[in-house]
């Protein structure tokens, strides 16, 4: 499996999926719309528009510490096995100002 780091650090999986040259027939099934064969390691690979921009939402850059921070949460948010256990859902501004107030602060 070979991975390329998009501008902002984000690790992308090189094959058909994440070819700017791919494309979804009417049946579903993936095609290169420049013709050549469709496999992991194709020369002509280019990387698709959004995953370029991956990891800048609403035009804003956010650094992977940041990403990472956010993900961390989520996923301790999600934690528990029933939806009684698990607590309320934090807004992503609350987090936001929570990261910009303790950046100094390695986790």
């Not at 494309?23 to 496999?39: A, L, M, P, V």
């Not at 804003?60 to 607590?87: M, P, Q």
């Amino acid at each position: 499996m070979v991975l390329r780091k998009n501008k902002r650090g984000i690790r992308v999986k090189r094959c058909c999926a994440s070819c700017k040259y791919k494309e979804i027939d009417s049946y579903g099934n993936r095609y290169c719309t420049k013709g050549y064969e469709s496999h992991e390691t194709c020369r002509h690979w280019r990387m698709r528009g959004d995953l370029r921009r991956c990891g800048r939402p609403d035009g804003v850059i956010k650094d992977i510490a940041y990403l990472r921070y956010v993900k961390d949460i989520r996923i301790s948010e999600n934690s528990g096995c029933g939806r009684a256990e698990r607590g309320p859902e934090r807004d992503i501004e609350e987090i936001r100002k929570d990261y910009n107030n303790n950046i100094h602060i390695k986790f």
